[in-house]
Each structure stands twice: as structure tokens, then as C-alpha cells.
């Protein structure tokens, strides 16, 4: 309920820009890099595109996490990193070569193979592995929200329940659309419909 009071709050404190309802993710990311904007919601690995259209945006532009009701004390929502799996139906050799590849993946060497391929949109959840000094500072802001412990994972990760119409609910209550407390019921129904299409209780 707290989530779409705080949107419904944005709102109505005339926080968003004129024209919201209609701006596109490439007109968002040109407000912040050209100093119009203030704030953007995004995961960092967005920023490549950001990066691509406005270089100086490198440096420019940060991250933090947003504030719940303690803004003192507050963390960020996360992604997890990406998956390599290995089909089970995988035996002998092949499945000996899939453990090594795995292995290599989840090492220093297999993240710096990846840094040579592509810049690091956020940091890496292999322990061992550090990010280069040269990342942009969002990357960097981000990982010190790593660092302190700082981090949860987003619902999509701890539930298997997420209700689809969540982004479109979010949309109508940020809009003004919608009161939050409506928006928290069609979120109620929208959970219990995919609840029982997946055949949960």
C-alpha cells in the first residue's frame, strides 16, 4: 500500500514534468542529460544508450536509491545478475565441459572476459570480482550500495508472484489515474488471478 501512496504523493506534489504521460524513455534520458531533469526511475543497465546519445552523462548523472519512509536509512532495489544453466539431461563429457565453463564464468578471469566484451552496467555479484576504476558513476554509486549491505532484491526475485498489470497499476496511480488505495486492490486481484493460473494457494 506504502508503494502506491508514495507514487500517488510524486503526483500530486507536481513533481513530474509536463507532458509525462506521453514521453518516451529517449526524451526522459535527454531531460536528465541536458540538466531539464531531476530524477529518472531506472535500473542501471538502461544507461548504455544514455551513455551512447549524451557521453558526458558518465559523470554527469548518478544513482540512488529511493528513499522509503526513513530517508537516513534507505537501500536500493536490485536485479539479480544473469543466469548460465546447464540442462540436466546433460551427462559425461559435455556435462564436465558445462561445469568448467561455469566455473570460468564465476571467476575474475570470466568478469574480465565480460568487462573486455562490454562495460559494466552495474556490479558484479561474484564476490571476487571487482569493477574497473573508468566505470560510469552510477555504476559506481551503485556499488557502494553493494558494499554496505544496502541491496534487496526486486519482488520479481523473492516472489513467484508478480502480478502482471503491476506496471500499468503503477502507471495509473503515478498519473493521478487512479487513487492509491484503488490501485492496491486491482493489485490484490491481479495477484489472486495469476495465483490460481499458476495453481498456488
Given at each position: 500500500m506504502?508503494?502506491?501512496?508514495?507514487?500517488?504523493?510524486?503526483?500530486?506534489a507536481g513533481y513530474l514534468n509536463q507532458g509525462f504521460a506521453s514521453a518516451k524513455l529517449a526524451d526522459g534520458l535527454a531531460l536528465l542529460a541536458e540538466g531539464e531533469g531531476a530524477h529518472y526511475p531506472m535500473l542501471t543497465f538502461a544507461l548504455g544508450g544514455l551513455y551512447?546519445?549524451?557521453?558526458?552523462?558518465?559523470?554527469?548523472?548518478?544513482?540512488?536509491g529511493l528513499p522509503g519512509e526513513n530517508a537516513a536509512d534507505h537501500g536500493a532495489t536490485v536485479w539479480t545478475g544473469g543466469g548460465v544453466y546447464v540442462p540436466k539431461s546433460t551427462k559425461g563429457e559435455k556435462l564436465e565441459l558445462a561445469k568448467e565453463f561455469?566455473?570460468?564464468?564465476?571467476?575474475?578471469?570470466?568478469?574480465?572476459?565480460?568487462?573486455k566484451a562490454y562495460e559494466p552496467t552495474?556490479?558484479?555479484?561474484?564476490?571476487?570480482?571487482?569493477?574497473?576504476?573508468?566505470?560510469?558513476?552510477?555504476?559506481r554509486d551503485l556499488q557502494d550500495y553493494v558494499e554496505a549491505g544496502n541491496t534487496t532484491p526486486a519482488l520479481e526475485f523473492l516472489s513467484p508472484i508478480k502480478g502482471p498489470a503491476l506496471e500499468q497499476i503503477c502507471v495509473e496511480v503515478g498519473s493521478g489515474i487512479t487513487s492509491?488505495?484503488?490501485g492496491a486492490r486491482l493489485y490484490d486481484q491481479d495477484?489472486?488471478?495469476q495465483a490460481q493460473q499458476l495453481g498456488l494457494p
Open positions: 506504502n508503494g502506491f501512496r508514495h507514487l500517488e504523493e510524486v503526483h500530486g551512447d546519445a549524451f557521453p558526458q552523462a558518465r559523470e554527469d548523472i548518478g544513482f540512488f561455469l566455473d570460468f564464468v564465476a571467476s575474475p578471469e570470466g568478469c574480465a572476459a565480460q568487462t552495474g556490479p558484479y555479484f561474484v564476490a571476487a570480482c571487482e569493477l574497473p576504476e573508468d566505470v560510469p558513476r552510477a555504476v492509491a488505495e484503488k495477484v489472486e488471478k
